[in-house]
């Protein structure tokens, strides 16, 4: 039984690699490259600007007419 369940193992890991190897290969390379920094700006401004529309436009007209 230890045997097999070694043998089980070393087939899994090898499966497991490979499939990171392929992946790799097999991902397409993006044109561009965007910076953590600008993305994180970029996603600042469009989470203030959702929570604006939504208080403004959405919270306070409910309430208002409720």
């Known amino acids: 039984m230890a045997s097999l369940v070694r043998l089980r ?10 499939s990171v190897a392929a ?8 044109a561009f490259s965007v910076s953590n920094e600008v993305l994180a700006v970029l996603m600042l401004g469009l989470m203030a600007i959702k929570f604006l529309c939504q208080f403004f436009f959405f919270n306070a007209t409910g309430e208002e007419s409720g």
Do not use: G, M, N
Request: no cysteine.
């Open 23 to 30: 992946s790799d290969l097999l991902r397409p390379q993006p």
């Open 9 to 18: 193992v070393v087939v899994w890991a090898l499966q497991a690699l490979l």
